[in-house]
């Protein structure tokens, strides 16, 4: 193989694994308790930078173009000046111990759910939250719980890269309270990958169909 094949190739391979990231920090909320599931297309099909989103560019796109978000049941609520660390996503299991975010993916992209972080609000007594992410074909793809003391604080949770769905799958990010005051916790800087990207999926097919064109000719 000569250097341009090997450059080529080279190119061919980045681009299969090429994705975006798009990381959700609630910054610009302006009031609190308000549903977050009201506020209309929350979280979907996220291209560019605004004060609640952070975007980086992937091969040829940025963000998560082809994932959209449900803010499943009540108790997601907006939050400004979350005991003393910005804005937030309030997580109020008041009646209600699980609370859920579902992840879809368009046909020809993964949802890999990266990393986010978990707060309690000081004085919430010793709280535990079991957090895991799910496929609706694959079950569980990761899953683990988190602890506080009655002093709060936050913690940074980040999955292990095998916790990506399959193409086109439905990933659903869920929340179970197992000790602590129901209204103390919350979510901040959800950070989420869309894999491959739509034109890197059709960039390596584009490369695979010339590798096999070449060949043929070299067999002719």
């Known amino acids: 193989m000569n250097a341009r094949n090997c450059a080529l190739a080279s190119c061919l391979l980045a681009s299969s694994v090429a994705h975006a990231t798009t990381v959700i920090t609630f910054d610009g909320f302006s009031s609190n308790n308000a549903d977050i ?28 173009p082809g994932i959209s978000l449900d803010w499943l049941t009540a108790g997601w609520d907006t939050y400004t000046g979350w005991n003393g660390r910005g804005s937030v996503a309030q997580i109020d299991f008041n009646g209600i111990p699980t609370i859920s975010i579902l992840f879809t993916p368009t046909p020809d992209s993964a949802v890999v759910v990266k990393a986010f972080d978990l707060d309690e609000w000081a004085g919430g007594g010793a709280g535990s939250i079991n957090w895991n992410v799910s496929g609706s074909s ?59 990207e739509p034109s890197s999926a059709m960039l390596a097919g584009l490369g695979l169909g010339a590798a096999i064109m070449r060949r043929r000719r070299h067999s002719a």
């Open 37 to 64: 599931a009201a506020i209309a297309g929350f979280g979907d099909n996220i291209v560019a930078n605004s004060p609640s989103f952070s975007v980086s560019q992937g091969l040829l796109v940025s963000g998560t």
């Open 138 to 196: 694959s079950g569980i793809l990761a899953s683990g719980n988190w602890t506080k003391t009655n002093a709060g604080g936050r913690d940074t949770i980040a999955l292990p890269a095998s916790s990506a769905g399959l193409l086109g799958e439905p990933v659903t990010l869920s929340f179970t309270l197992l000790s602590g005051a129901s209204s103390y916790f919350a979510l901040d800087n959800l950070t989420f990958d869309q894999v491959p």
